[in-house]
Every structure is written in C-alpha cells, then in structure tokens.
DNA sequence: AAATGCGACAACCGCATTATC
DNA sequence: CGATAATGCGGTTGTCGCATT
C-alpha cells in the first residue's frame, strides 16, 4: 500500500494556471498569508487545485521579487561554483541568488549552464528515451571517443556526480595547460574532491556543520572572482531551511539586497571575507591551485573557462576542443579528459582525502 | 505548408524530512 | 514514541513555440 495522496486527484485541476487562478491565490495570500496550510488554501479560496501545486505556484512564480529573464555572469558564476562544491541542492544555490527560485536554477543548469560547460550538445529527452532501449544509441549519443566508457559509467554513476566530475575534470585539464610551462608542473597538485562539503541528508543547523576537511569544505563564490578574490560562503548562508534564508536575506522589497561585487551587500548573503577565518565556513578550495596561483583559484579557472577561455583554447562557438591529458595524482595512469575517467573513477583514484581507504568518494549516494 | 526536432519553462510526482498529535 | 499529516526538495514530464527539414 502506496503513501495517501495528498489531495484527491480526481477533482484537482492540473495543467498550466490560468491568470484567475493566479490572481485568486496571490490576493488571499497577500492579504492572508498562507496561513501556515497549504492543503486546506485551495479549499479556502475556492481553487480546484492541491496544496502543493499552489505553494509551487506562490513559490516560483507569484511571490514578490521572483526575478526572470536570463542569469547574470555572477549569478552563472555562483551557480557553477555551487554546483561543483555540492551538486545539485538547488534550494542551496537558490538561497545565495536572491529573486531565483530553485526552479528556475534547476531549469538553468539542465538547458543552459550544463552544455555550456560540458561542451557538447546535451541527449536531448527524445533521444535519451531512445538511447534507454538502445544501447549501442546511447553510445552514439556520447559522441566522441570513449562513448562506450562513458556510457557505461553513467550506469554506475548519478548524472549529476558524473558531470561533476566532468567538469572537474574539465578546469584539471585548464589548470594542467596552464602550468605546463610553469615550475610547478613538476608536481602535479592534488585533485580537488568531490564530496559534497555537507551529508547528503540530514544537513544540520548551520553552527553544527563541521567540516571534515578543510580542503573540501570551503566555497569560495565569487560572482566575479576578479572583483572579489577570497570571499567564502559561510555555513550559515549553506542552511537549508527557507526560514533560516528568509530572515537573514529577506528578499525584502526596500532592500534588493544582492548587488554583485559589493562586499557590504554581499555580506548579508552570507558571504564572509576568507580572512575571518570562519572554521565553520565550507571550502571546495583547490589547496594547490590556490596556493600555485598566489590567488587564482579554481573559480577564477572556472570564470575564465566560462568567459574567457579562448586565450587557453577553451569554449569557440560553445564547443569545448579537446583538453590536455590529465594526471592521476598517484603519478599512475594518465588519463584523456573525455576519453578515459569512467577508467580513473573505476580504479581507486586517491585523492587525499578523508574517506576511507582513499577510494574516491563523491559523497554522493546515488 | 506540414511534419518533425528541439529548447525552454512550468508543473507534477514521489520521496525524505519535519511537525503535530 | 510511533503514527500521521504537512512541507520541502529534486527529478521528471508535459506543453508550447521556434527552427529545421
């Protein structure tokens, strides 16, 4: 026996909402409030709708200062940066870009921000029901060598830890270009980790995040990482709960409280300067490009990869050319961009890190 | 002009968590 | 303390409009 529905299905309107409906729900709720109860609302108001697809609607799309239309640099930037550190947690990324709903970042990524960083044209949903009944289809839609690896490792891997480590993989093979002419290239720093800087669930209070290791458990978010080198995300702006965002970043209508590059503004976000030192504060710093760099972290590689990446032969007409090989930090096998990582995820690829016997772990449980 | 493919976005579904009794 | 309801969240699907064939 199934979980009860939550409201009776049979006399439920679904489908798109209708400029009455809209209208019915934000003048009870303006004047009203929610009235804590979302499944008794409709009833209230007299729409033949569940509770849940008005919050949704309130949510996403009536509340006040929702913001639409496309995403600024900054917003991008702190979504991609985000996005490496924990995944797909987009009520997280929702609460450090004031006016967007965790929707809209979620739409964002999947039809715009993925391709523009993994650099190939996404299966589109057609094609992906496709390639489910057909392997050999599926294949052919990881296009480039490796399709059949590649492929297969996406069985054993969620599609969000695999474009992750995509991605890493993608700014590791930046950052190789860029220091093969540099001294330091003869010591190939240590991957950054992909664990989630927080367990997947439960997320505690904001005091209560300990990091395990410090290395993994900061983010630096800079909506433009050469206005503002080294700001962090506190633990405190990682919080959960809607409460917690709305009280300390209220989306207040006098007070439009983002504004990119200013550190005061920023500040109410959540976003410390890195010099507090803030032990609860979450990192995914790449210690040695941090330290190689003297201040070019990954998420300036990953502004320029973004932005700029024709100087390093990056993104041409939204296509990413080949990448330098990579190096697994054991000094073993060397390893192609796109070819070869379901090889590296496979094997035991120590990253250096706190889980376990130096198996990789994307902290992920998918 | 019609059919098809595709991208974008809104909305739904179901599971996990939290609150309440 | 367990059961149940309510809410939050992330993944998935439906639909629409535009582009291409």
């Known amino acids: 026996m ?129 390639a489910n009944q057909d392997p050999s289809a599926a294949a052919a839609i990881c296009n480039g060598a490796g399709a059949t690896t590649a492929a297969t490792a996406a069985h054993a891997l969620s599609s969000s830890a695999l474009e992750r480590i995509q991605l890493h993989m993608r700014l590791q093979g930046l950052y190789n270009a860029f220091t093969t002419t540099n001294a330091v290239a003869a010591a190939p720093p240590q991957w950054p980790k992909l664990e989630t800087l927080i367990p997947t669930r439960p997320l505690p209070a904001a005091p209560a995040i300990q990091p395990t290791d410090a290395v993994v458990a900061t983010t630096t978010v800079q909506p433009n990482p050469h206005h ?50 803030d032990a609860a504060g979450v990192e995914m710093n790449s210690s040695s490009m941090a330290g190689v760099f003297a201040g070019y972290g990954i998420h300036d590689e990953l502004y320029d990869f973004l932005y700029k990446c024709e100087s390093v032969g990056g993104l041409q007409d939204g296509i990413i050319p080949s990448l330098p090989e990579l190096q697994c930090p054991d000094g073993g096998a060397i390893v192609g961009a796109d070819e070869k990582f379901s090889t590296w995820t496979s094997a035991s690829c120590d990253y250096g890190g706190s889980g376990g016997a130096g198996d990789y772990d994307l902290g992920y449980d998918q």
């Open 2 to 130: 199934g979980r009860a529905p939550c409201c009776d299905k049979a006399s439920v309107k679904k489908g798109p909402w209708s400029p009455e409906e809209d209208a019915k729900l934000k003048a009870y709720i303006e004047e009203n409030g929610t009235g804590g109860n979302w499944i008794a609302l409709p009833q209230k108001i007299g729409l033949k709708r569940c509770g849940k697809s008005c919050r949704l609607r309130w949510l996403n799309y009536l509340r006040p200062n929702i913001k639409h239309g496309d995403f600024t640099e900054e917003e991008e930037h702190i979504i991609c940066s985000l996005y490496i550190s924990i995944g797909s947690r987009w009520s997280i990324i929702a609460a450090q870009l004031p006016g967007r709903t965790d929707n809209d970042i979620k739409n964002y990524w999947n039809t715009k921000l993925k391709k523009k960083l993994l650099g190939k044209r996404a299966p589109s949903r057609r094609a992906a029901a496709r």
């Open 228 to 277: 503002l080198i080294g700001q962090t995300l506190t633990a405190a702006a990682v919080t959960t709960t809607s409460e917690a965002f709305q009280s300390d970043h209220q989306l207040d209508p006098a007070a439009n409280n983002y504004i990119p590059g200013c550190i005061d503004q920023r500040a109410k976000l959540g976003f410390c300067p890195s010099s507090t030192g």
